[in-house]
């Protein structure tokens, strides 16, 4: 069966340090991977999305970036966190066949910069 | 571009009251419609989801939601919560295409639903 690992669970980071979380998926191949943010009242944001091995999409400019260096691995950095960055992200993936499969979410990752 | 709006922020209910939280969406074109839940300390688990057919669609635990394409909206209903119902729950969207950016989920803002016992 698929399963999606992400970690750390949580993590707090002074201002300008750099950020690296991992997220991992295991039993399926050329998945569509995501990674999303839900910050306070805000809900849950796309931030950026791969469709294959070196291949990312952003969705919004900020402070972040993702990279795909292995078909299901997927990371999200910084080299400087900003008080702004502060939130819950979650990773997830869904079948390269299309998104009617449905998505399938990590169990995310709490980041407090301070 | 698509944009989900959920109406509540937070609802309060006491036990064995129905529920429903309003869901509208924003895409003129074919879409796929979700409700996810998270309870507290857990993963994002998907509720219940429509893609074609009956408008009215059942998922886990007791809940359902009906489509009303004339109203853009996908509400979730319950008869009758309980306690082990509070959790936050979201809405979300994505146009009927595969795969890329089109395959993109949107959320709303989520609604906080707590339940007295």
Redesign the interface.
Known sequence: SQTIHQWPATLVQPVGSPLSLECTVEGTSNP?L?W?R?AA??????LF?S?GIGQI?S?VPQNLSASRPQDRQFILSSKKLLLSDSGFY?C?W?S?????Y??T????TRLTVV | AQSVS?HN?HVILSEAASLELGCNYSYGGTV?L?W?VQYPG?????LL?Y?SGDPLVKGIKGFEAEFIKSKFSFNLRKPSVQWSDTAEY?C?V?A???????????????TKLSVKP
């Open positions: 569509n995501y999303y839900q009242g805000r809900g849950l944001q796309l999305y469709v999409s969705e979650l997830a869904n390269g066949q299309g998104a009617n449905g998505y979410f990590g169990s995310g | 959920q922020h796929n979700f996810y857990q993963h994002l688990q998907l989801k893609f979201f979300a994505n009927g295409y595969y795969g890329g950016s089109q395959g993109n989920l949107i959320f709303g803002k989520g």
